[in-house]
């Protein structure tokens, strides 16, 4: 007679188990990570809460967020500048 092996109960690791192969169907399931994500904005800060001092602070550093996020725009363009210059020729 064979022997019996007892199954293991599933522990949880934190990851998703992998992907099935193709169902009956003929199709793979997709995991809701491979479904593109719709770009919501970020919630509004509540301003009210907030005294001058940290006001000031917060458009300083949105400010910032700006001069950091105009360079990369400079240097995207930079980039590709370069690249319709190269691909001219």
């Known amino acids: 007679?064979?022997?019996r092996t007892a199954l293991r109960p599933y522990r949880y690791n934190g990851r998703r188990p992998?992907?099935?192969a193709a169902?009956?169907?003929g199709e793979a399931k997709m995991d809701e990570e491979?479904?593109?994500?719709?770009?919501?904005?970020a919630p509004l800060?509540?301003?009210?809460?907030?005294?001058?001092?940290?006001l000031?602070?917060?458009?300083?550093g949105l400010e910032s967020e700006i001069a950091r996020a105009q360079a990369e725009i400079a240097e995207k363009r930079?980039?590709?500048g370069g690249a319709e210059a190269?691909?001219?020729?």
């Not at 491979?34 to 904005?41: N, V």
């Not at 800060?45 to 940290?54: F, R, S």
Request: hydrophobic share 40%; charged share 35%; aromatic share 6%.
């Open 45 to 54: 800060k509540d301003l009210a809460l907030l005294g001058i001092a940290e």
């Open 34 to 41: 491979e479904l593109p994500r719709s770009k919501k904005p």
């Open 1 to 3: 007679m064979a022997r």
């Open 56 to 60: 000031e602070a917060y458009i300083a």
């Open 78 to 80: 930079k980039h590709r």
């Open 23 to 25: 169902s009956a169907g």
């Open 86 to 89: 190269l691909f001219r020729r």
């Open 18 to 20: 992998p992907m099935k």
